[in-house]
């Protein structure tokens, strides 16, 4: 699987709309764009949402 990531040009992308960060990836012969936005206000950081994420799976059995 092809991934990288991309800033967008500003140029293109419209201020309202526009994601800080493109993911883009590949699968077979289809490519996904993915946008990507992190709050400024943010309370936690994304490995705190990570860790929080596994560790509800865990206590609920949906891993």
């Known amino acids: ?3 990288e ?3 967008t040009n500003e140029a293109q992308a419209t201020p309202a709309a ?3 960060l493109l ?3 590949t ?3 289809i490519t996904y764009l993915v946008g990507i936005h992190f709050s400024e206000d943010a309370k ?3 490995a705190d949402k990570i860790d929080r994420m596994i560790r509800r799976e865990i206590q609920t059995g949906t891993c």
Do not use: F, S, W
Request: charged share 35%.
């Open 1 to 3: 699987m092809d991934t």
């Open 5 to 7: 990531m991309m800033r």
């Open 18 to 20: 526009a994601p800080d």
């Open 23 to 25: 993911l883009k990836t």
């Open 27 to 29: 699968v077979g012969k």
């Open 44 to 46: 936690e950081t994304m």
